[in-house]
């Protein structure tokens, strides 16, 4: 392969892939990056952790709310029905029954939680992927969410891949980095969409230092809000109160037991709100300003308090560089801006193979960074493994490089940046 001119085709990818599918985001997955650990000498104590959202391999058009769905299902079913012996009418009929089933599962789930579903729809090609906003504002797409895991030397440790929700896949992302390292992580550093009573159970339980910032600006007002954050309210567990902007405290008016559609919580008000001079700036409530207590509430202004910390700001500032160039090398030089394998468990296998071909130029960066330029035999070598490694991946994500030497140069620019 590379410079033999030897180079094997497509279909014998194809089936090396099929054969070898449930091992390469597992098992090969963590072997091989275990000894990406040793050439980088890196490990895993702090964590980095971000998600992001690739266009699935369908197209935006033709998507189906749940009536038309349930319709195309239906009239599937009838024309398989009429004619049994025809194989492609038959399995068009268990596709159309998946989509539907799937649509109807998430329907049902949103309005579960109380909220509308009327908007929902699928993709009939593409059923596992969910129709969300895609990244740099190019619209609504049937997408999936990768997430990872990355060392301070950019080192991808754990990966995965769901359709929509970054914050359920954190334990399992947690558990492939420890198969990896040996250990679960001292420190975890995520951004703001993290903030959630799971995520910060889940590092209690684990025995983890969290740093994680609230909401997308951190906590404060927006520039855009007229109303003050719930984090402007001090709450108290003395008395089990809240002291407002203004300085009025607020009491316990009422307890709410849950349900399956809201969970429990405590509800604090105060009869200062009538006449106050900051009534404008804090509530549009005619009853005054109100607000709700959760279970989870301790845990988060535990970590509030520790985020304004200033050596809590400064070893979070770490985040951005050890994580956030990991996807800009993927999409930028291995080109995955949209997924070319359908279903989610082929779409978990190429980005599998994404984060293998990202992790061997890690190991390779940092030996052309760290080896002694003894010579130019050393170099010379290097530079042959690297494209040889560029062509092959190329090949295995079915990429159609006119230049892979070039890219190869531009690739290790950025991996050594």
Not at 9 to 31: K, Q, T, V, W
Not at 186 to 208: K, M, N, P, Q, R
Not at 321 to 328: G, I, L, T, W
Request: net charge positive.
């Amino acid at each position: 392969m590379g410079n033999s001119g030897i180079c094997p085709d497509h279909a014998n990818i194809g089936r090396f892939i099929a054969l070898h599918d449930d091992l390469i985001a597992g098992p090969f997955f963590e072997a091989l990056t275990r000894s990406v650990l040793r050439e980088t000498g890196s490990a895993g104590e702090c964590l980095a952790g971000d998600g992001t959202v690739v266009e699935a391999a369908a197209s935006h058009y033709g998507l189906l709310k749940v009536e038309a769905a349930q319709q195309k299902a239906e009239d599937a079913q009838r024309q398989a029905q009429d004619d049994p012996d025809d194989l492609d009418k038959q399995g068009r009929a268990e596709q159309a029954q998946r989509v539907h089933h799937t649509l109807e599962r998430r329907s049902q789930r949103r309005q579960a939680r109380g909220k509308s579903s009327g908007q929902l729809r699928i993709s009939p090609q593409e059923p596992d992927a969910l129709v969300q906003p895609l990244k740099r504002g190019r619209g609504m797409a049937p997408a999936y969410k990768p997430s990872i895991l990355a060392n301070e030397s950019r080192v991808v440790v754990g990966h995965v891949v769901d359709p929509s929700n970054e914050v359920a896949v954190l334990p399992g992302l947690l558990t492939q980095s420890r198969k990896v390292t040996g250990a679960m992580p001292g420190e975890l550093l995520l951004d703001a969409g993290y903030w959630a009573d799971a995520v910060i159970e889940t590092s209690l339980t684990h025995d983890i230092s969290l740093l994680c910032p609230e909401g997308r600006t951190g906590g404060k007002r927006s520039a855009g809000s007229r109303l003050y954050p719930k984090s402007d309210f001090c709450y108290s567990e003395f008395d089990d109160s809240y002291r407002c902007p203004a300085g009025a405290r607020m009491v316990v008016i009422g307890r709410w037991a849950g349900n399956e559609k809201s969970p429990a919580y405590t509800l604090y008000g105060t009869p200062a709100c009538n006449g106050c001079e900051h009534r404008a700036q804090c509530t549009r409530n005619k009853k005054g300003r109100r607000l709700k207590r959760y279970d989870g509430d301790e845990a988060k202004e535990a970590l509030r308090q520790v985020m304004c910390h200033p050596k809590a700001k400064r070893r979070f500032s770490r985040r951005p560089a050890m994580v956030e160039p990991v996807f800009s090398v993927m999409r930028g030089l291995q080109g995955l801006n949209r997924f070319r394998r359908k279903g989610l468990a082929a779409v978990r296998t190429e980005f599998a193979l994404h984060v293998l071909a990202y992790n061997l130029g890690r190991a390779l960066a940092c030996r052309l960074f760290v080896a002694p330029f003894s010579g130019h035999t050393v170099v010379l070598a290097l530079l042959k493994q690297y494209f040889a490694h560029h062509q092959f991946i190329a090949m295995m994500m079915n990429i159609n490089n006119p230049n892979p030497g070039k890219v190869a140069h531009a690739e290790l620019n950025l991996l050594l940046a």
